[in-house]
């Protein structure tokens, strides 16, 4: 069971440059999400998904796009990327969207530079 | 904007002492949860207490929530360096975006 997979673990890029980060659960869960985290803060969420063809913004939502066509996928691009994006990046699934009162399994996260 | 804050930022003990970090929240919640992230990992889930329970229990931990004061406390028992880690409270609030928002963490640094 690997739980939510986040690929790459690190990432460099140019000011400028698209990519996508990408996160994947074998778990079923029906809600993912994204959130940023800045040094000796804590996490901002960024978009997440109640479900299989549902997103939503988040609290720190421009400059990145996602979809969700899968349930086990939930990938956030990154559309022009500038160095304020610079940032650790995790992605969250729960089993339910509702007010089920589930926690949260993160993945391990992708650590990205914009330079 | 962060919904909750933990006191304090930094805390340092020594092995075997308790560790006691606070949370304060603003809006009405469906629950609490708390989260430890090892320097460098991703955050785990530790423990969550819905809105109408007052007191929880997993371990050497202990979790207490006073929606009247919108704040809640994480106990770390008989510490160990092994608990050195951040600790982040986490709500899910009754209304708007159905999603958790997270504190900005407190730090905890457990002395062998």
């Known amino acids: 069971n690997a739980g939510v997979t986040q690929t790459p673990k690190f990432q460099v890029l140019k000011t400028g440059q698209s990519m996508t980060l990408q996160c994947a659960q074998d778990m079923n869960h029906e809600y993912m999400s994204w959130y940023r985290q800045d040094p000796g803060m804590g996490l901002r969420l960024i978009h997440y998904?109640?479900?299989?063809?549902?997103?939503d913004q988040g609290e720190v939502p421009n400059g990145y796009n996602v979809s969700r066509s899968t349930t086990e996928d939930f990938p956030l691009r990154l559309l022009s990327a500038a160095p304020s994006q610079t940032s650790v990046y995790f992605c969250a699934s729960s089993y339910s969207a509702m007010s089920g009162n589930y926690g949260y399994t993160f993945g391990s996260g992708t650590r990205l530079t914009v330079v | 904007s962060q919904q909750g804050e933990e006191d304090p930022q930094a805390l340092s003990i020594q092995e075997g002492e308790n560790a006691t970090m606070n949370c304060s929240y603003k809006?009405?919640?469906?629950?609490l949860q708390w989260y430890r992230q090892n320097s460098g990992r991703g955050l785990v889930h530790l423990i969550l207490?819905?809105?109408?329970?007052r007191e929880k229990h997993s371990g050497r931990l202990r979790v207490t929530l006073d929606t009247s004061k919108k704040s809640s406390s994480l106990l770390i028992t008989a510490s160990r360096a092994a608990d050195t880690a951040s600790y982040f409270c986490?709500?899910?609030?009754?209304?708007?975006?159905?999603?958790?928002?997270f504190g900005s963490g407190t730090r905890l640094q457990v002395q062998p």
């Open positions: 986490a709500t899910d609030a009754r209304t708007g975006r159905r999603a958790l928002t």
């Open positions: 207490i819905r809105s109408n329970e």
């Open positions: 998904s109640v479900g299989a063809g549902i997103t």
């Open positions: 809006t009405s919640i469906n629950n």
